[in-house]
Structures are given as structure tokens and as C-alpha cells.
């Protein structure tokens, strides 16, 4: 078995369009979603015209339920832009994905942790806002439940992978559309993925388990980063221009 996982796409319609490019290269049909696909200063319109028609098994982030769950008037700055571009059959779209579900019985989806979507699964933070891996037992713990030998989760927008004790593998494939944030919960700190190109994996099963494999893929981001420049959002900008956030 074969496909492409991807995750918090925000929005970013020519990340997404190249990201999707590379999967078809590759001769791989199979895509899994792992949520947060429109909130952003983007084009969250054209974004839902491109991943409604894959019918890949998605899950909803804790972006997208943002959209939903709350009146405009109570949105950020991320959900604003994108809520006023999408149709009601959008809106409805993301009102039918799950927290979390199983991939062929064999892969177990959410966004963030098993428990909520807005939890770093396999990150912490110091007090000087600086991403680090968790101790591999706070990690286990929020697994713990769970029989898929292979599981699949987003939200810190960083590519990397994490094998428990059992042999069980937590694979985050990275952003697909931005590759950097600033946040002020739970104090300020920073995500940066260091380049500014659209992230994804792709897992193979083998005789000696799943691989991960992760791909970068160049796309016209500056077109991207000129987009963001409407809403004024210099963050956005920073980060799609270059992968940091300054």
C-alpha cells in the first residue's frame, strides 16, 4: 500500500496545485487529509474547488472547525478572510469531516492529538517560544488506545516522525501551505520550517513496516506572499516569502 498524506494546506491554492502535481508524478491516486485546509488570507475558495472533487478521507482541524462553530463576528484573523469566500456548499462540506477516523484499517487520522485538535502531538515549547520534541512518553501517552500501526497527524506544521516504544510510527508530514506561524498561547512562539516549499509525505507499507517519505515541493510563493500582502498579515508574508517568521 501506497498514498499521499497531506495537512494544513490554509488556504494556499498554488501550493496545493503543485503539491498535487508531484502526487500524480509520482503515480500515486490515494491522498489523505489531515485537516486545516482554507483558514488563511489566501484563496480558500479556489483551495475547496481543488480538494472537494479528490473525495480524499479528510479530517477536520481545528481551523476548519472554526469556521463552523462560531459567528463571524467571533473568528480570527485567520478565518475571517477565508469564511467570506466560501459558499454555503463549502461550509457544508466541512461540516461533514470527522475529529478523527481510520484509513484501511490500517492508519489512524486527526489533526492534532487524539484527544483535541489544537494540541501539539509531538512538540513542546520552552519559555523562550522554541519547538523541541517531547519526551517520548508524553507522546505514547496520547496514543495510547490507538491499535494502527500507522498514525498520521498535523497542526504544527513541522514534517517529522516519531516511533513508539512498540513499534508504532506518528508521522506529521508538514504544511502543504504555510510553512511558518506565530502564536501567543500558550506564550509567544514561533513555528518556521526554515524554506518556503509546500510539504507533504508519501507512505509506503513494506515487508519491514511503513516508511515515510518526505517531499518539499517548489511552487510560485511569491505569488503567494503577494496575496497575504492584501490583509496586511506580515507574518503570512514573512513565512511564505521564506519559510521564517521575522
Not at 469566500?85 to 484501511?104: A, G, H, K, M
Request: hydrophobic letters at 40%.
Amino acid at each position: 500500500m501506497i498514498f499521499a498524506a497531506i495537512a494544513d494546506v490554509h488556504g494556499n491554492h498554488l501550493a496545493l496545485e503543485a503539491v498535487l502535481e508531484d502526487i500524480r508524478g509520482l503515480g500515486i491516486s490515494d491522498i489523505v487529509n489531515l485537516g486545516d485546509c482554507f483558514s488563511g488570507p489566501l484563496d480558500a475558495a479556489r483551495t475547496a474547488e481543488l480538494l472537494m472533487p479528490l473525495d480524499a478521507v479528510t479530517v477536520c482541524g481545528n481551523h476548519d472547525r472554526a469556521l463552523i462553530d462560531r459567528p463571524f463576528e467571533a473568528m480570527g484573523d485567520w478565518e475571517r478572510p477565508s469564511f467570506e469566500q466560501l459558499s454555503e456548499e463549502q461550509l457544508d462540506w466541512i461540516r461533514t469531516l470527522p475529529f478523527s477516523t481510520v484509513f484501511r484499517d490500517e492508519v489512524y487520522l486527526c489533526h492534532a492529538t487524539p484527544q483535541d485538535d489544537n494540541t501539539y502531538w509531538m512538540e513542546t515549547l520552552n519559555e523562550q517560544g522554541i519547538f523541541h520534541l517531547k519526551p517520548l512518553s508524553e507522546i505514547e501517552a496520547r496514543a495510547e488506545g490507538i491499535d494502527q500501526p500507522l498514525i498520521l497527524c498535523g497542526h504544527s506544521h513541522i514534517a517529522r516522525s516519531v516511533q513508539l516504544s512498540d513499534g508504532r510510527l506518528i508521522v506529521n508530514p508538514g504544511s502543504v501551505g504555510c510553512p511558518g506561524f506565530d502564536y501567543d498561547k500558550p506564550f509567544y512562539h514561533k513555528a518556521q520550517a526554515g524554506t518556503p516549499f509546500a510539504a507533504y509525505a508519501v507512505l509506503e507499507k513494506t515487508g519491514r513496516g511503513w516508511q515515510p517519505s518526505f517531499r518539499q515541493v517548489r511552487y510560485d510563493n511569491l505569488a503567494a506572499a503577494d496575496m497575504a500582502k492584501a490583509y496586511g498579515m506580515t507574518d503570512w508574508i514573512s513565512a511564505l516569502s521564506t519559510g521564517w517568521i521575522v
